[in-house]
Nanobody, 123 residues
Framework: HVQLVESGGGLVQAGGSLRLSCAAS????????MGWFRQAPGKEREFVAA????????DYADPVKGRFIITEDNLSHTLYLQMNSLKPEDTAVYLC????????????????WGQGTQVTVSS
């Protein structure tokens, strides 16, 4: 199994920045991709960004392209999401997820999920 623990959410004004972290532990060598998803009240969970290994290629949802940056630290098994130019519509619970090798955008393929961290962007 893999355990994921997120941190870094909070309240920020529109145009501001936040950085989320996701620390992975357990059987990390089985992970083929890690991603960030988000879920706003009354809405379905949606893909935000992901990194797939071994090439560490990042992938982003259209609404966050050019504003969010996903990175990884292999030594500490930590995934990051730098969120810039935040908008009120970015308000959601952000969840870190991990999966074996496979399509990084597909929510259903992720086996492991963190508890989520709240991001609130005020206008």
């Amino acid at each position: 199994h893999v355990q994921l623990v997120e941190s870094g959410g909070g309240l920020v004004q529109a145009g501001g920045s936040l950085r989320l972290s996701c620390a992975a532990s357990g059987r990390v060598m089985t992970i083929g991709a890690m991603g960030w998803f988000r879920q706003a009240p009354g809405k379905e969970r949606e893909f935000v960004a992901a990194i797939s290994w071994p090439n560490s290629r990042p992938d982003y949802a259209d609404p966050v392209k050019g504003r969010f940056i996903i990175t990884e630290d292999n030594l500490s098994h930590t995934l990051y999401l730098q969120m810039n130019s935040l908008k009120p519509e970015d308000t959601a619970v952000y969840l870190c997820a991990a999966r074996r090798p496979g399509p990084a955008r597909v929510l259903e393929g992720y086996e492991y999920w963190g508890q989520g961290t709240q991001v609130t962007v005020s206008s």
